[in-house]
């Protein structure tokens, strides 16, 4: 009987060291620090906190770093070793990363619009215009000294979709007195816009996030395949970049595709502001957000 309840006891200890060692993975216990750059949208709506919560309270023991950057700077920095995990909107940009191997095939996790703002008396006269043509009009009429627009120039992913509509309008507006080149993030750029009552263009999002400030600015332009904006997430290639913490961003960037990340992003923003800020991807079962990054990826 002895030799019984050894036994027994024996199994309960190697259960119960297994269970510990299960939680301590799952903690976080071989890897203390996430590091995550991230497009200044995510952050700056909030969005990217409430996963960086929901993250923490699966993996209590993680501690998350969150570098808030334009996409391209946080792809550049990803490249250098500065990131474990990066959440882009710059499909163009990220190409580039893919092929040469910096970045581990990603996943689309979320998407929203990015929308044309402008001044209640619409100078350039863009309402409800295809966003191809609208850039031509603002192009015209800040040529014409009826109107401003203000960039963001940092290289973002709202900057890159920017400048890709000014080429599709076929017009070039670098170097012109009335582009203004705020060199910021998006909120910073929004109230400079709403200062001088200019046009720009803005991801939903954080333009919803905003609006009660911007009370010289309307959405004009919302409508438009050219203006889908899809967000993905990558985990740096620890082979081509040294000192990556492979497991943690792994692990994270299921928690963001999983049913729990997914709603997190599905519903945050309904409580506050009465309409999501961002929609889920969930897996994209159509491709259709697949088919956006691609054609993106390709005009860029």
Same mark, same amino acid.
């Given at each position: ?168 309008? &076929? $017009?070039?507006?670098? @170097?012109? #007195?009335?582009?203004?080149? *705020?060199?910021? /993030?998006? !909120?910073?750029? =929004?109230?400079? +816009? ?74 945050? &923003? $309904?409580?506050?502001? @009465?309409? #999501?800020?961002?929609?889920? *991807?969930?897996? /994209?079962? !159509?491709?259709? =957000?697949?088919? +956006? ?8």
């Amino acid at each position: 009987m002895r030799m019984v309840w050894l036994a027994i006891a024996l199994m309960l200890t190697v259960a119960f060291s297994s269970l510990l060692l299960i939680y301590h993975y799952q903690a976080g216990y071989y890897g203390g620090t996430l590091r995550v750059t991230t497009t200044t949208s995510l952050y700056n709506t909030g969005l990217l906190e409430k996963l960086a919560e929901g993250f923490r309270q699966k993996y209590p023991r993680v501690s998350i770093q969150l570098i808030a950057v334009g996409s391209g700077e946080a792809l550049r920095r990803a490249a250098q070793g500065d990131a474990d995990v990066v959440l882009s909107h710059a499909p163009n940009l990220e190409k580039k990363y893919l092929s040469d191997g910096t970045l581990k095939p990603g996943k689309i996790f979320a998407y929203n619009y990015f929308i044309i703002l402008g001044p209640h008396d619409d100078p350039a006269g863009i309402s409800g215009m295809d966003p191809v043509n609208a850039m031509a009009a603002i192009y015209k009429a800040c040529e014409s000294g009826r109107a401003l627009f203000v960039s963001r120039a940092d290289n973002s992913g709202t900057n890159a979709r920017e400048l890709i509509l000014w080429s599709l309008a &076929g $017009v070039d507006p670098s @170097g012109r #007195p009335w582009y203004v080149e *705020a060199g910021a /993030d998006m !909120a910073q750029t =929004l109230m400079v +816009a709403n200062e001088k009552k200019a046009y720009t263009l803005s991801d939903v999002g954080t333009y919803l996030k905003f609006r009660k400030r911007l009370d010289a600015l309307e959405p004009l332009v919302e409508k438009g395949e050219v203006l889908i904006n899809v967000y993905s997430i990558y985990t740096v290639n620890p082979e081509k970049v040294p000192g990556v913490n492979e497991k943690l961003a792994d692990a994270f960037t299921e928690f963001v595709l999983s049913e729990d990340g997914q709603k997190i992003i599905e519903s945050y &923003g $309904v409580e506050e502001l @009465g309409e #999501p800020l961002f929609r889920a *991807a969930n897996g /994209d079962p !159509a491709g259709e =957000l697949k088919s +956006a990054w691609e054609a993106m990826a390709r005009i860029g």
